[in-house]
């Protein structure tokens, strides 16, 4: 019977070695769950609140509100509350349509068709745009869909104002400069809808919400 062959140095392995590499794998493979772990909870906790696309959208569905509770004080909501309702709706659709209006959607290419925030978010045209549609609420019907609309324009602005690039209010840009865009959309969110749920709770409920609540605090 011939003598067992004996195994090369290089191909042996000493336990202190084959245990350093089983830990190394451990420890990296750990280390990858862990970045894995933290990349999906930033983005599953914060995305919703660090994309102004959402932030316009939920700013947006505000405006909604605010337009038709006005256009109801204003006993323009026709019959069956329809502009009112139509208002709503035109307001979630401004929310979004300084950004919209600036796409050559008539083009295979969809390209901007006009620089960022110039023209479609001129200030002016969409306070006159509010001013003229208030004016004639009661007198055209579909003053109260202009009037959603811009009301959902003029809040796209609003929450435009704050970043770097500003808004052009008159002629050229001006911002306020307090974050970068599509930071702390939290709070234009959050300062959107109270001043949407304090408007509907004078309209449609004579402000008993609101004192209640003043009289809990």
Avoid at 79 to 95: E, K, M, T
Avoid at 107 to 133: F, N, Y
Avoid at 169 to 174: A, F, I
Wanted: one cysteine or more.
């Amino acid at each position: 019977m011939l003598p067992a062959r004996p195994i090369p140095a290089r191909d042996q392995k000493s336990p202190g070695l084959e245990r350093a590499c089983s830990l190394w794998n451990i420890a990296h493979n750990t280390q990858l769950l862990c970045q894995h772990a933290r990349l999906n909870f930033i983005r599953d906790t914060w995305y919703p609140f660090m994309a102004s696309r959402n932030a316009h959208h939920a700013t947006g569905w505000a405006a909604g509100l605010i337009a038709a509770a006005v256009v109801s004080k204003a006993g323009a909501a026709g019959p069956y509350h329809v502009w009112g309702v139509l208002s709503f709706c035109a307001g979630v659709f401004g929310g979004t349509a300084p950004d919209w209006l600036e796409v050559a959607w008539w083009t295979r290419a969809r390209k901007l068709w006009i620089t960022h925030r110039t023209l479609t978010h001129w200030g002016v045209g969409w306070i006159a745009l509010l001013a003229a549609s208030y004016h004639l609420l009661g007198v055209h019907p579909w003053a109260a869909v202009s009037f959603g609309f811009a009301c959902g324009g003029l809040m796209h602005l609003f929450a435009d104002w704050p970043n770097p690039l500003g808004v052009p209010w008159l002629v050229s840009r001006h911002s306020l400069n307090w974050w970068n865009s599509g930071r702390c959309d939290a709070l234009i969110v959050g300062a959107a809808w109270i001043a949407a749920a304090l408007l509907v709770d004078h309209v449609w409920f004579q402000s008993a919400y609101g004192l209640r609540l003043l009289h809990a605090l």
